[in-house]
């Protein structure tokens, strides 16, 4: 059985979900900012700046950057409420209006009256955008916190900027806990580029759409149909009845992974091809497919649901 990612209509766009210019606190003007994705070859781009009140709610106006090549999608990173460690939710929302309302946040620090996490992250998909959970390792993101967003669409599993600035780019593990509890979220890799130390060009997402449009490109991300990642390429993912069979660029490893500590990988050199066998995962309800190439760069797919 073919996966939607790979059997819906168009092709593969390439774009980074999560940036930052000097509308917040990025070092680059939002052109110039569009312009570098552009020249990297990238096809889109969100450009996502701080939505607080010190840099006065922006929600970076990218549409002049746009041509028949490139294409870019409103967005920010909201913040309101405070997570169990005190600190403020980072919600990364893509696809806002322009005339988003801002609530009350002032600056990077909780307030009284102000919306929760949770609260913000709703009001951002009513909008219309694609809301993810940001950085969950940076964050210090407890279970209880994932939970209480109800309203997202994906998790950030590689930020390029965490990685680089802190080493905690991760955010499987609140994954696929909230996958084995029966929520159907989808994953994202993304740079949270700033452009004050290497933090781009490092993880991405690759969106099959009809057109390389705003509103083709975001409802391809509601819909699932990309994957993520750091340079290798998912082609193909079938489930047939004991097999994921996985077709790719040269891979050293195709790894399946599910509930628990169920996982299975396939090891080898420049392969193209894998078929990992389904028998540990008899009791998970989903699995999902990571790709390594021989550097150690990875693609990971979106969760596949077994039922």
């Given at each position: 059985?073919?996966?939607?990612?790979?059997?819906?209509?168009?092709?593969?766009y390439r774009?980074?979900?999560?940036?930052?210019?000097?509308?917040?606190?990025?070092?680059?003007?939002?052109?110039?900012?569009?312009?570098?994705?552009?020249?990297?070859?990238?096809?889109?781009?969100?450009?996502?700046?701080?939505?607080?009140?010190?840099?006065?709610?922006?929600i970076?106006?990218?549409?002049?950057?746009?041509?028949?090549?490139?294409?870019?999608?409103?967005?920010?990173?909201?913040?309101?409420?405070?997570?169990?460690?005190g600190?403020?939710?980072?919600?990364?929302?893509?696809?806002?209006?322009?005339?988003?309302?801002?609530?009350?946040?002032?600056?990077?620090?909780?307030?009284?009256?102000?919306?929760?996490?949770?609260?913000?992250?709703?009001?951002?998909?009513?909008?219309?955008?694609?809301?993810?959970?940001?950085?969950?390792?940076?964050?210090?993101?407890?279970?209880?916190?994932?939970?209480?967003?109800d309203?997202?669409?994906?998790?950030?599993?590689?930020?390029?900027?965490?990685?680089?600035?802190?080493?905690?780019?991760?955010?499987?593990?609140?994954?696929?806990?909230?996958?084995?509890?029966?929520?159907?979220?989808?994953?994202?890799?993304?740079?949270?580029?700033?452009?004050?130390?290497?933090?781009?060009?490092?993880?991405?997402?690759?969106?099959?759409?009809?057109?390389?449009?705003?509103?083709?490109?975001?409802?391809?991300?509601?819909?699932?149909?990309?994957?993520?990642?750091?340079?290798?390429?998912?082609?193909?993912?079938?489930?047939?009845?004991?097999?994921?069979?996985?077709?790719?660029?040269?891979?050293?490893?195709?790894i399946?992974?599910?509930?628990?500590?169920?996982?299975?990988?396939?090891?080898?050199?420049?392969?193209?091809?894998?078929?990992?066998p389904?028998?540990r995962?008899?009791?998970?309800?989903?699995?999902?497919?990571?790709?390594?190439?021989?550097?150690?760069?990875?693609?990971?797919?979106?969760?596949i649901?077994?039922?």
């Amino acid at each position: 059985m073919p996966t939607s990612f790979f059997t819906a209509p168009g092709q593969f766009y390439r774009g980074n979900l999560h940036t930052h210019s000097n509308l917040s606190d990025g070092a680059l003007d939002p052109d110039e900012v569009c312009r570098r994705y552009k020249a990297e070859g990238y096809d889109f781009i969100a450009l996502t700046d701080h939505f607080i009140g010190m840099y006065n709610y922006p929600i970076a106006d990218t549409i002049p950057f746009r041509d028949d090549d490139f294409t870019t999608l409103l967005g920010a990173e909201v913040h309101s409420g405070a997570m169990q460690n005190g600190e403020l939710w980072h919600i990364v929302a893509v696809g806002l209006p322009a005339d988003f309302a801002p609530g009350n946040a002032p600056h990077f620090l909780p307030v009284d009256d102000q919306e929760t996490g949770p609260e913000i992250a709703q009001r951002c998909v009513k909008a219309g955008a694609y809301v993810a959970i940001a950085h969950p390792q940076w964050s210090g993101l407890t279970l209880d916190d994932a939970r209480s967003i109800d309203a997202a669409h994906a998790v950030e599993i590689y930020n390029h900027g965490c990685a680089m600035g802190c080493d905690r780019p991760d955010g499987f593990h609140t994954l696929d806990l909230l996958l084995s509890e029966g929520r159907k979220l989808n994953l994202i890799a993304t740079d949270d580029a700033h452009f004050t130390e290497p933090d781009h060009f490092g993880g991405w997402v690759m969106v099959k759409a009809a057109a390389n449009t705003p509103e083709a490109l975001l409802q391809a991300l509601k819909d699932g149909t990309f994957y993520s990642s750091q340079g290798p390429e998912i082609r193909d993912i079938r489930l047939t009845g004991r097999h994921v069979e996985v077709t790719c660029s040269a891979a050293s490893a195709v790894i399946v992974q599910g509930h628990g500590s169920a996982a299975t990988a396939i090891h080898g050199q420049s392969m193209s091809t894998a078929a990992v066998p389904l028998d540990r995962f008899a009791n998970s309800p989903w699995v999902r497919v990571t790709v390594m190439d021989r550097a150690g760069k990875r693609a990971w797919s979106n969760p596949i649901w077994l039922d």
